[in-house]
């Protein structure tokens, strides 16, 4: 690890104002991916900022009846509430499909949000990457890129988001509150959070310079059916291939949002009007860019959905 | 606490003779200018350490450390407790596992700076030679282990997982979300999915659990 100095917030605006105030500055939660990303000199911020003791790890429920979240609320507390397992299935099922017991012990909300993809070439500091380091070039594209992205790629980066909690987030249409360093505060819909690659895969999502969350807001509960079905290429702790997050209603409407096909997490709405796992996966895939290892993901996100439809109707 | 004791210039031990062993053989190959050139330029700046207070298996050390120290590398090379251990050193193998303020962590994935005034449990606290803990004493009946490096992480991991069932904390094989986990094999598995073992001891790492947990299935 590079040498850093090291600060501790003592509020959220605190927090922001030092980010801005301090060239090279990063914060610190969880830090299991941060510290990773660290070790491996892919991450090297000059001053890190611990704000682990902000008072922003309880889930309170909201005047319209949905939940609030505090951006330092750790994975396996979210997933087990009681009022997240009843009413947000689908974001409780997320959170256990990830990582493991210890890392979901330590990984918060805002930081889940926020990590980093695991495309190999991001990872191999020897290997060109416009993510980390811009213009260098992407060597995943005509790489190994079996796990990478098919939709809403660019010429420049096909890395994919890693994150499961962030799928549901996307399917149940949370909010993303922060302030930013003059002590303002705003809201980003979770659909503009994440950034396409472009020609700037570097920034990846809508927050500015210090901009810090505070926490992640869910609407009041949508009931229906609640399935996370994630494919993997083993059975326990490993990345999504693909994933499908459903909320399907009686009638059997239904949303679908999808993992490991993009740099964000996947949701076309329109899809959702069609009927049948071949139409809606025909109208989710519009578009899609794949390569001659990762072409399977087109069947397989149909195949997916087919099963959740039916685990659906039980 | 005597068994907790920090070891002190220890006469003869296969650890002080690997790390005297480390330091002669780096001495003698790489010549001193080579490693005078390898500080970075902000890196020849003078460290500074900031004070962080651990409390390890019910005893309080203060200690000033370098921000970077992870976790691990205070138990292990400032406490000297060096039952955790380092195997991948990024989250990805369980050895390192620690219990912290009673939840399992990576200790290797986190700062010891960010855990001031945090009670910390490793496998030195759970039990003694002399008094084991029923997890270790069930690791020794069930044959848990071959080589033994990864057993520390995996007992405090096993502890901590039958708490997280009895809790009623999800897992990934978790049928009824609004139910209660059950207490059994399939969902101890799961949960010990976060470390790994090389000699391939999982089928007596279940066996041991199931013991302490008291369940057949």
Same mark, same amino acid.
């Given at each position: 690890?590079?040498?850093?100095?090291?600060?501790?917030?003592?509020?959220?605006?605190?927090?922001?104002?030092?980010?801005?105030?301090?060239?090279?500055?990063?914060?610190?939660?969880?830090?299991?991916?941060?510290?990773?990303?660290?070790?491996?000199?892919?991450?090297?911020?000059?001053?890190?900022?611990?704000?682990?003791?902000?008072?922003?790890?309880?889930?309170?429920?909201?005047?319209?009846?949905?939940?609030?979240?505090?951006?330092?609320?750790?994975?396996?507390?979210?997933?087990?509430?009681?009022?997240?397992?009843?009413?947000?299935?689908?974001?409780?099922?997320?959170?256990?499909?990830?990582?493991?017991?210890?890392? =979901?012990?330590?990984?918060?909300?805002?930081?889940?949000?926020?990590?980093?993809?695991?495309? *190999?070439?991001?990872?191999?500091?020897?290997?060109?990457?416009?993510?980390?380091?811009?213009?260098?070039?992407?060597?995943?594209?005509?790489?190994?890129?079996?796990?990478?992205?098919?939709?809403?790629?660019?010429?420049?980066?096909?890395?994919?988001? *890693?994150?499961?909690?962030?799928?549901?987030?996307?399917?149940? /249409?949370?909010?993303?509150?922060?302030?930013?360093?003059?002590?303002?505060?705003?809201?980003?819909?979770?659909?503009?959070?994440?950034?396409?690659?472009?020609?700037?895969?570097?920034?990846?999502?809508?927050?500015?310079?210090?901009?810090?969350?505070?926490?992640?807001?869910?609407?009041?509960?949508?009931?229906?059916?609640?399935?996370?079905?994630?494919?993997?290429?083993?059975?326990?702790?490993?990345?999504?291939?693909?994933?499908?997050?459903?909320?399907?209603?009686? /009638?059997?409407?239904?949303?679908?949002?999808?993992?490991?096909?993009?740099?964000?997490?996947?949701?076309?709405?329109?899809?959702?009007?069609?009927?049948?796992?071949?139409?809606?996966?025909?109208?989710?895939?519009?578009?899609? =860019?794949?390569?001659?290892?990762?072409?399977?993901?087109?069947?397989?996100?149909?195949?997916?959905?087919?099963?959740?439809?039916?685990?659906?109707?039980? | 606490?005597? #068994? %907790?004791?920090?070891?002190?210039?220890?006469?003869?031990?296969?650890?002080?003779?690997?790390?005297?062993?480390?330091?002669?053989?780096?001495?003698?190959?790489?010549?001193?200018?080579?490693?005078?050139?390898?500080?970075?330029?902000? $890196?020849?700046?003078?460290?500074?350490?900031?004070?962080?207070?651990?409390?390890?298996n019910?005893? !309080? !050390?203060?200690?000033?450390?370098?921000?970077?120290? !992870?976790?691990?590398?205070?138990l292990?090379?400032?406490?000297?407790l060096t039952g955790s251990k380092?195997?991948?050193?990024?989250? $990805?193998?369980?050895a390192c596992t620690v219990i912290?303020?009673?939840?399992? +962590? %990576?200790?290797?994935?986190?700062?010891?700076?960010?855990?001031?005034?945090?009670? +910390?449990t490793t496998i030195e606290g759970l039990g003694t030679?002399?008094?084991?803990h029923?997890m270790q004493?069930?690791f020794?009946?069930?044959?848990?282990? $071959?080589?033994?490096?990864?057993t520390p992480g995996q007992i405090c991991s096993?502890v901590?997982?039958? %708490?997280?069932?009895?809790?009623?904390?999800?897992?990934?094989?978790?049928?009824?979300?609004?139910?209660?986990?059950?207490?059994?094999?399939?969902?101890?598995?799961?949960?010990?999915?976060?470390? +790994?073992?090389?000699?391939?001891?999982?089928? %007596?790492? +279940?066996?041991?659990?199931?013991?302490?947990?008291?369940? #057949?299935?």
């Amino acid at each position: 690890m590079k040498a850093f100095t090291f600060d501790r917030a003592t509020s959220p605006a605190d927090a922001a104002k030092k980010a801005i105030a301090t060239p090279g500055a990063k914060f610190i939660a969880g830090g299991t991916n941060l510290l990773d990303l660290m070790k491996l000199q892919i991450e090297t911020p000059q001053h890190l900022i611990d704000v682990n003791r902000l008072g922003l790890d309880t889930i309170e429920p909201t005047t319209d009846g949905g939940l609030r979240v505090g951006a330092l609320v750790r994975n396996t507390d979210l997933a087990a509430d009681a009022r997240v397992r009843r009413d947000y299935g689908v974001l409780s099922r997320a959170l256990v499909s990830g990582a493991s017991g210890q890392l =979901r012990n330590k990984a918060t909300t805002a930081g889940n949000l926020l990590q980093r993809t695991r495309c *190999p070439y991001f990872y191999d500091t020897n290997q060109a990457c416009n993510k980390r380091k811009p213009g260098s070039g992407c060597a995943a594209i005509g790489g190994f890129n079996r796990n990478l992205a098919i939709l809403g790629t660019s010429d420049a980066c096909i890395a994919t988001h *890693p994150s499961d909690m962030a799928v549901a987030m996307r399917l149940l /249409d949370a909010t993303v509150e922060t302030v930013t360093p003059d002590g303002a505060t705003r809201t980003i819909p979770i659909a503009d959070f994440h950034l396409l690659p472009g020609s700037t895969p570097n920034v990846e999502t809508a927050l500015v310079p210090g901009e810090f969350i505070t926490a992640v807001t869910l609407p009041k509960p949508i009931g229906g059916t609640h399935i996370y079905q994630k494919v993997r290429d083993r059975a326990s702790y490993a990345f999504a291939v693909i994933s499908v997050a459903a909320v399907v209603q009686p /009638d059997g409407r239904g949303r679908f949002a999808f993992g490991g096909l993009a740099h964000k997490p996947w949701r076309v709405e329109a899809a959702e009007r069609q009927t049948g796992a071949k139409a809606i996966a025909a109208a989710v895939l519009s578009g899609a =860019r794949t390569t001659s290892q990762n072409a399977f993901k087109v069947p397989l996100v149909e195949r997916t959905l087919g099963a959740v439809l039916a685990e659906a109707k039980g | 606490m005597t #068994d %907790n004791s920090p070891v002190t210039a220890p006469e003869l031990t296969r650890r002080g003779m690997i790390a005297t062993g480390a330091v002669g053989a780096a001495a003698a190959a790489i010549p001193a200018p080579v490693l005078a050139t390898t500080a970075r330029p902000d $890196q020849a700046r003078a460290v500074t350490t900031i004070p962080v207070s651990l409390k390890v298996n019910g005893r !309080t !050390t203060a200690l000033e450390l370098d921000p970077r120290v !992870t976790l691990l590398d205070a138990l292990r090379e400032h406490l000297h407790l060096t039952g955790s251990k380092k195997g991948c050193d990024h989250g $990805q193998c369980g050895a390192c596992t620690v219990i912290v303020n009673g939840r399992r +962590i %990576n200790s290797c994935l986190t700062l010891a700076a960010l855990h001031d005034g945090d009670a +910390i449990t490793t496998i030195e606290g759970l039990g003694t030679p002399d008094k084991l803990h029923a997890m270790q004493a069930a690791f020794v009946k069930h044959d848990g282990y $071959q080589c033994g490096y990864c057993t520390p992480g995996q007992i405090c991991s096993a502890v901590s997982t039958l %708490n997280e069932i009895k809790e009623g904390i999800p897992s990934h094989v978790t049928g009824d979300l609004t139910g209660k986990p059950a207490l059994d094999a399939t969902e101890m598995r799961e949960r010990m999915s976060g470390n +790994i073992c090389r000699c391939g001891a999982y089928s %007596n790492i +279940i066996d041991a659990m199931k013991d302490v947990a008291g369940v #057949d299935a």
